[in-house]
């Protein structure tokens, strides 16, 4: 069974940080690629950052400079640091795992960003 659970996310103050991990199961991780993407209320999901089996990177222009994603295959883990998070941040965020045609999604984690 796969599984893929994200988790740091929370309620922070704009201008903070937060490193948002997804960990996965059920799946040979390194030959996946992987990405976050988000969804707030009353948008459509978004792709937020990617990152290829080669690690290979691709950003939101809203994010490129601010948030960075990495990978750690000995811990089947994706990692997205956000920092300097705006107000515009707020989503609840989800990783995904892509092969091909198969994806599989986390439940996603809820990130507010207010004073």
């Known amino acids: 069974q796969v599984q893929l659970v994200e988790s740091g996310g929370g309620l922070v103050q704009p201008g903070h940080s937060l490193r948002l991990s997804c960990t996965a199961s059920g799946i040979v991780f390194p030959i996946y690629a992987m990405g976050w993407y988000r969804q707030a209320p009353g948008k459509q999901r978004e792709l937020v950052a990617g990152i290829t089996i080669s690690r290979v990177t691709n950003y939101l222009d809203s994010v490129k400079g601010r948030f960075t994603i990495s990978r750690d295959n000995a811990k089947s883990t994706v990692y997205l640091q956000m920092n300097t998070l705006e107000p515009e941040d707020t989503a609840v965020y989800y990783c995904?795992?892509?092969?091909?045609?198969?994806?599989?999604w986390g439940q996603g984690t809820q990130v507010t960003v207010s004073s």
């Open positions: 995904k795992a892509s092969l091909g045609r198969q994806e599989y």
